[in-house]
């Protein structure tokens, strides 16, 4: 079995292995490796199960008959950990993996606690727990008993789901250029198991450098019809292109809530921008946006008065509330939401 490893690093893991000083403590997913006791956390699947299968994976590089049993938090009862990890009778080596720790029982946590004062040899105690206050006791006593930590939190910047898509490629042998990965994030990046399949697609189907035409191929009609694309038209005052851009996402599936919420993004990054244009450079980036989002919001004010973004936000905002129960018809309320937006835009 592999030697144990220990985290005791302040910054915290990103997707593909880059790390970012403000995030928690802890590995990336490419980094998990066997030792006694490991915490998987976070919120993004994916990402935990990487870590997970490559812990895995490398204990059964170590030992081919190497056992492996998953046990439901949940579902725990008193002194399971404790029969799971005893010795076998032929002494193989085990992995014993905690799914969903945060949903366990007071008795996994008595148990874990107590396990961790004298693991037992020859296991590695792979433990879930995908974020919540339920289990801090027991977390507060894996850090502090330093057990390698595999930081997987959920990815939702669009910076970060770049530095995915590049790394994905990268660990294909394979690049794309900039425009083809925004691309890419504007049509599937919602998901990153899609976003990682989409990357995989590309990979198996194409050769060379991936440029921005071969996803339009592969993706064109997703990238046309994201709530995105529906707020930058309708941001740009063009009320034909965003209702029919609309109308063909919800035809092909796109729930009306991240139509909105794209629009309200849009609308507050432009109002942000324009609270700060004129204190210089060191003010537009204390706002953490992206330089792109930040050159593009300008571009963009240039269209727009105080008066008309206050009607447009006001207008996404009864737009939220109605696609969110107060309407009986959220399709209208939204189609709504987009034309007064436009208009405004024009004003």
Not at 266 to 286: E, F, N, P, S, W
Request: proline share 5%; hydrophobic share 45%; aromatic share 4%.
């Amino acid at each position: 079995m592999p030697a144990p490893t220990r985290s005791s690093r302040s910054s915290g893991g990103r997707p593909g292995g880059q790390r970012r000083a403000s995030s928690p403590p802890g590995l990336t997913w490419e980094e998990a490796a066997p030792a006694p006791v490991v915490l998987v956390r976070g919120a993004e699947g994916l990402l935990v199960d990487r870590a997970t299968d490559r812990i895995v994976g490398l204990a059964r590089e170590a030992d081919p008959d190497v056992e492996v049993t998953r046990i439901d938090a949940a579902q725990y009862t008193a002194g399971m950990l404790g029969v799971t990890t005893s010795p076998s009778l032929f002494a193989e080596d085990k992995v014993v993996v905690v799914e969903a720790l945060e949903t366990g029982t007071d008795d996994v946590f008595a148990d874990v606690q107590a396990y961790l004062t004298a693991p037992a040899p020859g296991v590695v105690l792979v433990l879930r727990h995908s974020g919540g206050a339920r289990g801090k006791k027991t977390l507060d006593a894996l850090r502090a008993a330093q057990v390698p930590e595999v930081a997987c939190d959920a990815v939702t910047s669009d910076s970060d789901k770049t530095s995915f898509v590049n790394a994905e490629l990268r660990r294909a042998g394979r690049r794309a250029d900039g425009a083809a990965v925004r691309a890419l994030v504007d049509a599937v990046g919602s998901d990153l198991r899609e976003l990682a399949a989409s990357c995989s697609q590309l990979v198996a189907d194409t050769t060379g450098m991936i440029g921005v035409e071969v996803v339009e191929r592969y993706y064109g009609g997703r990238i046309e019809a994201t709530g995105f694309r529906v707020a930058d038209a309708a941001v740009a005052g063009d009320a034909g292109q965003a209702v029919a851009l609309l109308r063909h996402a919800l035809a092909t599936g796109l729930d009306p809530v991240p139509v909105v919420a794209a629009l309200a993004a849009k609308l507050r990054t432009i109002a942000k921008v324009g609270a700060v244009r004129g204190r210089g450079q060191g003010a537009l980036r204390d706002l953490g946006l992206a330089p792109w989002q930040v050159d593009r919001a300008l571009r963009e004010l240039r269209s727009w008065t105080p008066e008309a973004l206050a009607e447009a936000i006001s207008a996404v905002a009864q737009a939220d509330a109605e696609v969110k129960g107060e309407s009986r018809d959220p399709r209208f309320a939204v189609e709504r939401a987009v034309l007064r937006v436009a208009a405004a835009a024009r004003s």
